[in-house]
């Protein structure tokens, strides 16, 4: 059983920089997809980055290029979402997700099967 779980959320002032983690289990992380959604309030579900498998590669929404980064330690099984430089309106619910596609990259959430329950991040003005 594949189990996503999201930590390292919180309430920070703009500005600041926060690093989210998903500790995955029942699934190899360097051997599928990992990608952050984010969620804000009233809207929906919006891709934020991606990691592939195999060979490493990153995509990320053109929103936050040069503002987050994607990243994993195998060791630990784990994806890393750090996040500088936060604003306002980054506050949302953050998810974890993972797929099995082999298409690349995949920006829908509809192509994500493994899911965690998501870390709040809250950015004060």
């Known amino acids: 059983q594949v189990q996503l779980v999201e930590s390292g959320g919180g309430l920070v002032q703009a500005g600041d920089s926060l690093r989210l983690s998903c500790a995955a289990s029942?699934?190899?992380?360097?051997?599928?997809?990992m990608v952050w959604f984010l969620q804000a309030p009233g809207k929906e579900r919006d891709f934020v980055a991606s990691l592939r498998g195999a060979g490493g590669s990153t995509f990320y929404a053109d929103s936050v290029k040069g503002q987050f980064t994607i990243s994993r330690d195998n060791a630990k099984n784990t994806v890393y979402l750090q996040m500088n430089s936060l604003k306002p309106q980054d506050t949302a619910l953050y998810y974890c997700?993972?797929?099995?596609?082999?298409?690349?990259?995949?920006?829908?959430?509809?192509?994500?099967?493994?899911w965690g329950q998501g870390t709040q991040v809250t950015v004060s003005s």
């Open positions: 997700a993972s797929s099995s596609s082999i298409l690349w990259p995949v920006t829908a959430t509809r192509s994500y099967t493994y």
């Open positions: 029942g699934r190899t992380i360097n051997s599928y997809t």
